[in-house]
């Protein structure tokens, strides 16, 4: 697909603003500029994200229907993308893209489906933390995903065929990167990540899935409460999970769940867990805080 236009999407919210101006010139700066942009709108107006930007881009807006959840608009946008491109390069309007990105992105793609990329941690402020989220070139993926993401929205690119059979998505799916790399890799996607930082992910407050710590109780139980949607939304009988990966998401989901029901009804076993998840070199993966492998020991006894 060297010489085929790709989508670049990201979607706007509210609470973003602050970021859209810088977001908007790492993307002009992109050393490929053979891609059409897409901007997903959910809770702002596409004017309030112009105005944040500083500039009025010459972009296809996908606006959120009245009622129409997050997840809906995203999936609505990737399934007019998918019909309209040979690819679509994901990216977070928080974050920043590195000039090789897209790039980057299209040259992976001529070898493989869904090409994810390390990310290089910054603060809100924008200030290099000096740490890279991710994995190695290879690694298995097929034993991550199941309990951990690494394939986010952030820093992916699909080719447009594996995202139409990846479609439709629940409605009530909060996860969608997650859900969309389970089913990539579960459907036979050719999947591989790149682990030279192609993103600036920044870390704030506001983040859905943390991977920096300290963690605290309220934090691993919160992200436990989303792990656990995420695998209803994989097993759901409505999209036909193979059998050998839906076995293995299933067990990582029997894991989780007693994993919840032990730090859910004990404040001891929770703290002793969030102690030790602390004392362990830290993974920058998303999900590590969840029922991690190493501590089994800690909240199993």
Do not use: K
Not at 70 to 98: H, K, Q
Not at 175 to 184: E, H, I, N, S, V
């Amino acid at each position: 697909m060297s010489g085929d236009r790709l989508a670049v999407y990201t979607t706007v919210y509210p609470g973003v603003e602050p970021y859209l101006a810088d977001w908007y010139r790492s993307v002009q700066a992109q050393t490929d500029r053979r891609f059409d942009l897409w901007i997903g709108v959910d809770g702002l107006s596409p004017e309030a994200v112009t105005r944040a930007m500083g500039a009025e881009p010459a972009a296809a807006w996908v606006s959120a229907r009245p009622g129409e959840s997050g997840t809906g608009v995203r999936a609505r946008a990737i399934a007019l993308m998918a019909d309209a491109y040979e690819a679509v390069v994901f990216v977070d309007s928080d974050d920043l893209l590195e000039p090789s990105r897209v790039a980057a992105a299209r040259a992976a793609l001529a070898g493989c489906d869904v090409v994810g990329c390390a990310l290089q941690v910054i603060d809100r402020n924008g200030v290099d933390l000096g740490i890279v989220f991710g994995v190695s070139e290879d690694a298995d993926l097929g034993s991550l995903l199941p309990r951990h993401n690494v394939l986010g929205l952030s820093n992916t690119a699909y080719r447009s065929s594996v995202l139409r059979r990846c479609l439709p998505v629940p409605e009530r799916c909060v996860l969608l990167d997650w859900l969309l790399g389970t089913r990539a890799w579960a459907s036979g996607a050719r999947v591989y990540f790149d682990p030279t930082p192609r993103m600036l992910y920044r870390q704030y407050e506001a983040n859905v899935a943390r991977v920096l710590a300290p963690f605290d109780g309220e934090c691993v139980l919160r992200a436990t409460q989303r792990v656990l949607e995420h695998y209803d939304c994989v097993l759901d009988s409505q999209w036909e999970l193979p059998a050998g990966p839906r076995q293995a998401v299933a067990e990582a989901c029997r894991r989780v769940r007693a994993f919840h029901a032990t730090v859910s009804g004990s404040a001891a076993v929770l703290e002793r867990y969030v102690d030790a998840l602390n004392a362990l070199p830290p993974r920058y993966v998303w999900w590590w805080c969840v029922a991690n492998a190493e501590l089994e020991a800690v909240w199993r006894n």
